[in-house]
């Protein structure tokens, strides 16, 4: 083939892309306005504003942002009103997401600044639960579930720094993946996706599943909250460790790792990383969040040093407790709750009722191991790992789909 013959099918392949990221971003512009915003979950969408030249190996792929995080070109609000500001650089792992050939359009609500288990952004709309009209989607990704379940993308970027993944996924009934990552000096936080399927967490984090042999804990005890687990889920759970036993997992019982210290050190890292949060306006900022900011403002530096240190010695407390590969329990509790709920509980009453619900996820945004939740009869499944690695954790989640 000639030169000139070999650049006119480059220019034409190229233009076929082009056309087909204009047909795909032109259909969810289409089927988005057909629905309200509490329905959609988008806080921001403008089909002439995408970010990406749609070629690579992610090719085809359009990803709407989460909200906590910036995409040049496109507004951040934070999750709420008052914070909004016009975005002139791309976050890191976005642009290397785009630089792979995914295609950033729009962005999704999340809570403010992320830090609640539920998505009540602030002066903008509530994202309301797909499968439970009327309920909390979780959160703080609570928009990015939305969007999957509604099957508006195939995937969504989300964050999760105690669960903000894997809780709305959970609550809609898809699949959160939190990817192992590097929790030392109180990092509870990492980025990663909400799916429907583990094909695409795999493509998305360019990886192989790998199906083996593990050794499996089962939880059902709750870690870090006293709460009542739902019947349906223990017996999901249950039914799920039967299952993998049969395709040849050794499934053990195990039970908590660790006493209340661990959480409470969770809970003064939060605080701590909370206390130069500023307010936006006229002091318009969601009652949690101004909570959190001055429970960490009345930390001395002595306690914020032992609270990080207790919260990086949980990996080793976890390891020395459960002589397993994986842990499997619950994702939640108890069924998502009606919208309004948990903000309507005050401050320190939403904080532990969130606790409740959610008494799981945070184990892995201490230990920084990879965590993975998976809708199974309706429940969040959720797969924890303590000895393996992200890989694993997506072929297990896999036999399970």
Not at 82 to 99: H, K, M, N, S
Not at 342 to 359: A, I, K, V
């Amino acid at each position: 083939m000639g030169v000139v013959a070999s650049l006119l099918m480059v220019t034409q392949l190229n233009r076929c892309s082009l056309l087909w990221l204009f047909m795909s971003v032109a259909t969810l512009s289409a089927r988005l306005s057909t629905m309200t915003p509490a329905e959609h979950g988008f806080a921001w969408f403008d089909p002439e504003v995408t970010v990406g030249h749609g070629r690579g190996p992610l090719r085809g792929m359009v990803i709407p942002a989460k909200d906590l995080h910036h995409v040049a070109g496109m507004p951040t609000a934070f999750g709420s009103a008052g914070r909004q500001v016009q975005a002139t650089e791309t976050d890191p792992f976005l642009q290397a997401l785009i630089d792979r050939g995914a295609i950033i359009a729009g962005k999704t609500q999340t809570s403010e600044l992320g830090l609640t288990a539920y998505c009540e952004p602030v002066g903008l709309p509530t994202p309301d639960n797909p499968v439970l009209p009327g309920h909390t989607t979780g959160g703080s990704s609570g928009g990015a579930a939305v969007a999957v379940a509604r099957m508006l993308v195939d995937a969504a970027h989300a964050s999760d720094g105690g669960g903000s993944i894997r809780v709305p996924a959970a609550a809609c009934q898809v699949v959160g993946f939190k990817p192992a990552h590097d929790s030392r000096g109180g990092m509870p936080a990492t980025q990663g996706f909400i799916t429907r399927d583990i094909p695409t967490q795999a493509r998305l984090h360019a990886l192989t599943p790998v199906v083996r042999p593990l050794r499996v804990g089962v939880l059902l005890e709750p870690v870090h909250a006293d709460t009542t687990v739902d019947d349906h889920f223990v017996n999901t759970v249950e039914k799920v460790a039967r299952r993998l036993e049969q395709l040849g997992h050794e499934v053990v019982p195990v039970g908590r790792p660790y006493g209340s210290w661990a959480f409470e050190a969770f809970a003064a890292v939060l605080a701590m990383r909370s206390c130069s949060i500023e307010d936006p306006g006229a002091g318009d900022t969601s009652a949690i969040v101004g909570w959190l900011r001055e429970q960490g403002r009345s930390q001395s530096p002595v306690a914020r040093g032992r609270a990080v240190a207790a919260f990086d010695s949980v990996g080793d407390a976890v390891r020395e407790s459960w002589d397993v590969d994986v842990v499997l329990s619950p994702t939640l509790a108890f069924p998502p709750p009606p919208l309004g709920h948990f903000s309507s509980l005050g401050p320190e009453g939403d904080f532990l009722e969130q606790t409740r619900w959610t008494p799981w996820a945070t184990t892995y945004n201490m230990t920084g191991g990879a965590a993975m939740s998976v809708p199974v009869d309706g429940v969040g499944v959720h797969m924890g790992a303590v000895r393996v690695g992200n890989a694993e954790i997506l072929g297990l989640g896999g036999q399970l789909l």
